[in-house]
Nanobody, 111 residues
Framework: QVQLVQSGGGLVQPGGSLRLSCAVS????????IDWYRQGPGKRREWVGF???????DYEESVKGRFTISRDIAKNTVYLQINNMKHEDTAVYYC?????WGQGTQVTVSS
């Protein structure tokens, strides 16, 4: 059974940074891609980026340059680094492997 367990959310000031983690069990991240989504208050869930099985990444246009997805194969974990955070980054962030979703982690940007 594949499980995605997230961690790393919290409260951050505008301009700050945060790294979210998505630890995968039951399947190697070498064999699957991981997408990141977010859902802001009162908004629909939106895609923010992905990392492929070979480590290629792509991002939604509005977050390019601030969001970076990476992975640690030894830890079977995928990361989402968010820099220069803005109020509009406030959301619940989710990772998913095309089938399974992480539980979500709250990120709040506030001064």
């Amino acid at each position: 059974q594949v499980q995605l367990v997230q961690s790393g959310g919290g409260l951050v000031q505008p301009g700050g940074s945060l790294r979210l983690s998505c630890a995968v069990s039951g399947q190697s991240i070498n064999a699957l891609g991981i997408d990141w989504y977010r859902q802001g208050p009162g908004k629909r869930r939106e895609w923010v980026g992905f990392i492929t099985v070979v480590g290629h990444t792509d991002y939604e246009e509005s977050v390019k340059g601030r969001f970076t997805i990476s992975r640690d194969i030894a830890k079977n974990t995928v990361y989402l680094q968010i820099n220069n955070m803005k109020h509009e980054d406030t959301a619940v962030y989710y990772c998913m492997n095309g089938i399974n979703w992480g539980q979500g982690t709250q990120v709040t940007v506030s001064s």
